[in-house]
C-alpha cells in the first residue's frame, strides 16, 4: 500500500440531509466493472484495491477535516472512484467509523458486484444504510452493460441480496440505471421486478444517465422511467431525473385516495405533479388519519392507512 492524496467532500445527495463522502481509491479508478454508462473515466477493471489510505489516515482525516469542522453531519458516505467493497480492510474501517461517527448515520454506495462474498456481508452488517447497484439480472445484459472483472459471478449477486437482506434489518435500497437498448428491454424489467420481489428492499431508486457517460451510450425518457415503475410493481419506487417534468395538477382528496390505493407516491412525486390545492387537500387526508407518511431511508412516501 502507498500513500494516497485523501479527498472528502459532500456528496450530492438531495436525499440524506447533510452528506459528506470518505472516498476510498481517491488517486484513480479502482473498479471491478466497466460500465458503459460510468461518469469516471474508463478504466481497465480490477478484482481489488493496490492503492488505498490506511484506516488510520481515513479514521484521522474524518476527525480532523470533518467531524471537526461541520457541526452537523446527517450522512457519512463510504464512497470511492470505483468500488468502495474493493478496500481491503472495510470491516475494520467501518468499526472504527462507527466509534467517531456520533449522530451521524453511516452509508455506502456499492456496486453490488461483491454481496455474495461473506466477508463483504459481515463488512456492511454494521453499516446504517447499504445503497446497492441493481442494473441488470441477465448475464447478457451483465456482459454488455456492466462489463464485469472476470473475478465476479454475476450469477451470484441477486442470491447474494436475498441472503444479506435476510440477516441485514437496517436500511437497504437497490439502484438502476436504465440505458437505453440494454436494461430498458422487456425480459430484463420482468428479471429485475421478479429479484427486487425477492430482495425486498426497502426502496428502489430508478434512474438514467444524466452526466456524460464513459462510452457511448444514451439515457430513457421521464416517461419510460415512469412507465418501468409501474411495471416494477413495487411500492417504494423514487424516480431520480434530473429533468423531471413539472405538471402541478389538481387532484381533489377522493383523486388522491384513488392514485394512492394504486400504489404510494414519493415526496418527488407529490412535489413535481400535485399543485397547491391538491397539496392542501393532501395535508387534510393526513391529518384525518387517511393518509400515512413514511420515511423511507431518506425518501418520504405517501401512502393509504
Ligand atoms: S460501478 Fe460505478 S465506478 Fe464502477 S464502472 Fe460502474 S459506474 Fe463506474
Not at 422511467?225 to 411495471?231: D, G, W
Given at each position: 500500500m502507498s500513500k494516497t492524496n485523501l479527498t472528502f467532500g459532500p456528496v450530492p445527495s438531495r436525499r440524506f440531509g447533510v452528506s459528506l463522502g470518505i472516498d476510498l481509491s481517491p488517486d484513480f479508478k479502482q473498479c471491478n466493472y466497466d460500465c458503459l454508462y460510468c461518469e469516471l473515466k474508463a478504466a481497465k477493471t480490477v478484482s481489488k484495491m493496490t492503492k488505498y489510505p490506511s484506516v488510520k489516515e481515513l479514521i484521522d482525516a474524518v476527525k480532523n477535516k470533518i467531524l471537526s469542522t461541520h457541526t452537523k453531519i446527517d450522512v457519512l458516505t463510504i464512497t470511492a472512484n470505483g468500488e468502495p467493497t474493493l478496500y481491503p480492510d472495510l470491516k475494520e474501517l467501518v468499526?472504527?467509523?462507527?466509534?467517531?461517527?456520533?449522530?451521524?448515520?453511516?452509508?455506502?454506495?456499492?456496486?453490488?458486484?461483491?454481496?455474495?462474498?461473506?466477508?463483504?456481508?459481515?463488512?456492511?452488517?454494521?453499516?446504517?444504510?447499504?445503497?446497492?447497484?441493481?442494473?441488470?439480472?441477465?448475464?447478457?445484459?451483465?456482459?454488455?452493460?456492466?462489463?464485469?472483472?472476470?473475478?465476479?459471478?454475476?450469477?451470484?449477486?441477486?442470491?447474494?441480496?436475498?441472503?444479506?437482506?435476510?440477516?441485514?434489518?437496517?436500511?437497504?435500497?437497490?439502484?438502476?440505471?436504465?440505458?437505453?437498448?440494454?436494461?430498458?428491454?422487456?425480459?430484463?424489467?420482468?428479471?429485475?421486478?421478479?429479484?427486487?420481489?425477492?430482495?425486498?428492499?426497502?426502496?428502489?431508486?430508478?434512474?438514467?444517465?444524466?452526466?456524460?457517460?464513459?462510452?457511448?451510450?444514451?439515457?430513457?425518457?421521464?416517461?419510460?422511467?415512469e412507465q418501468i415503475s409501474h411495471k416494477l410493481e413495487y411500492p417504494y419506487i423514487n424516480i431520480a431525473h434530473k429533468n423531471r417534468p413539472e405538471f402541478q395538477e389538481y387532484y381533489s382528496k377522493d383523486s388522491i385516495i384513488t392514485l394512492l390505493n394504486r400504489r404510494p407516491l414519493s415526496e418527488h412525486d407529490i412535489q413535481h405533479t400535485f399543485d397547491k390545492e391538491s397539496k392542501t387537500n393532501l395535508e387534510t387526508l393526513i391529518s384525518d388519519k387517511k393518509i400515512e407518511v413514511i420515511n423511507n431511508s431518506g425518501v418520504k412516501f405517501y401512502k393509504i392507512c
Amino acid at each position: 500500500m502507498s500513500k494516497t492524496n485523501l479527498t472528502f467532500g459532500p456528496v450530492p445527495s438531495r436525499r440524506f440531509g447533510v452528506s459528506l463522502g470518505i472516498d476510498l481509491s481517491p488517486d484513480f479508478k479502482q473498479c471491478n466493472y466497466d460500465c458503459l454508462y460510468c461518469e469516471l473515466k474508463a478504466a481497465k477493471t480490477v478484482s481489488k484495491m493496490t492503492k488505498y489510505p490506511s484506516v488510520k489516515e481515513l479514521i484521522d482525516a474524518v476527525k480532523n477535516k470533518i467531524l471537526s469542522t461541520h457541526t452537523k453531519i446527517d450522512v457519512l458516505t463510504i464512497t470511492a472512484n470505483g468500488e468502495p467493497t474493493l478496500y481491503p480492510d472495510l470491516k475494520e474501517l467501518v468499526t472504527e467509523l462507527n466509534k467517531i461517527k456520533g449522530d451521524s448515520k453511516l452509508l455506502i454506495l456499492s456496486n453490488g458486484s461483491t454481496i455474495y462474498k461473506q466477508d463483504i456481508q459481515d463488512a456492511l452488517m454494521d453499516i446504517d444504510i447499504v445503497k446497492l447497484s441493481l442494473d441488470c439480472i441477465s448475464k447478457e445484459c451483465f456482459t454488455k452493460l456492466d462489463r464485469a472483472d472476470k473475478s465476479i459471478d454475476t450469477d451470484k449477486i441477486v442470491s447474494g441480496m436475498i441472503e444479506f437482506r435476510d440477516k441485514f434489518k437496517k436500511d437497504l435500497i437497490l439502484e438502476i440505471l436504465f440505458v437505453d437498448t440494454l436494461n430498458n428491454k422487456e425480459k430484463e424489467i420482468l428479471f429485475l421486478k421478479e429479484a427486487i420481489a425477492q430482495i425486498k428492499p426497502n426502496r428502489v431508486d430508478i434512474g438514467t444517465i444524466d452526466r456524460p457517460p464513459a462510452y457511448k451510450v444514451n439515457p430513457i425518457s421521464f416517461d419510460e422511467l415512469e412507465q418501468i415503475s409501474h411495471k416494477l410493481e413495487y411500492p417504494y419506487i423514487n424516480i431520480a431525473h434530473k429533468n423531471r417534468p413539472e405538471f402541478q395538477e389538481y387532484y381533489s382528496k377522493d383523486s388522491i385516495i384513488t392514485l394512492l390505493n394504486r400504489r404510494p407516491l414519493s415526496e418527488h412525486d407529490i412535489q413535481h405533479t400535485f399543485d397547491k390545492e391538491s397539496k392542501t387537500n393532501l395535508e387534510t387526508l393526513i391529518s384525518d388519519k387517511k393518509i400515512e407518511v413514511i420515511n423511507n431511508s431518506g425518501v418520504k412516501f405517501y401512502k393509504i392507512c
